[in-house]
């Protein structure tokens, strides 16, 4: 009986710590955060100084938008551009707004709204493991609705807000 007590409090005291944990954790991402290397994994995959993008935080919900790639978009007025212009200029951008949850270590993102019609689509989500140290986050997709991510994908975000 005494055994089974313990055994019940420990658990017990275990589903506390995890919940505090997770509020932790969710209250040291809200914020403005600038990426500041995103990339594959491998050190020769690592793009260190990637174009401009931000990561929004607020208590549910969450916002990105992001030059993705290593060099700048092409600097021209798309009014009369040809299809491959357009597409050279629109190709390497992303932007998504999203509600988030937190569990322990991992965030997943809800798209609302985003540039890929196939990343709005009811009941699509994407996850990542994450880690804060002071003031750089490390995000690394672990996964989405179609499975476990092979992609690598990692980036690393430093807080501006």
């Known amino acids: 009986m005494k055994t089974s007590v313990k055994v019940i409090a420990c658990m017990a005291a275990l589903a506390v710590l995890m919940v505090v944990q997770s509020a932790s954790a969710q209250n040291n991402l809200e914020g403005v955060w600038k990426i500041t290397e995103d990339g594959m994994a491998g050190p020769a995959a690592v793009i260190k100084n990637p174009q401009p993008g931000f990561m929004v935080l607020t208590k549910?919900?969450?916002?990105?938008?992001?030059?993705?790639?290593?060099?700048?978009?092409?600097?021209?007025?798309l009014a009369n551009?040809?299809?491959?212009?357009?597409?050279?200029?629109?190709?390497?951008?992303?932007a998504y707004a999203s509600t988030y949850?937190?569990?322990?270590?991992?965030?997943t993102f809800h798209n609302l709204?985003?540039?890929?019609?196939?990343?709005?689509?009811?009941?699509?989500?994407t996850t990542f493991d994450f880690k804060i140290e002071g003031k750089t986050l490390f995000?690394?997709?672990?996964?989405?609705q179609s499975g476990p991510s092979t992609r690598g994908l990692k980036l690393k975000l430093t807080r501006v807000e």
């Open 60 to 77: 549910k919900y969450g916002f990105t938008v992001a030059v993705t790639g290593n060099k700048p978009r092409p600097d021209q007025s």
């Open 81 to 94: 551009a040809t299809d491959a212009q357009k597409v050279a200029a629109w190709t390497p951008f992303e």
């Open 101 to 107: 949850e937190v569990k322990g270590m991992t965030i």
């Open 113 to 125: 709204i985003a540039k890929s019609p196939e990343e709005m689509k009811s009941g699509s989500w």
């Open 139 to 144: 995000l690394t997709l672990t996964g989405d």
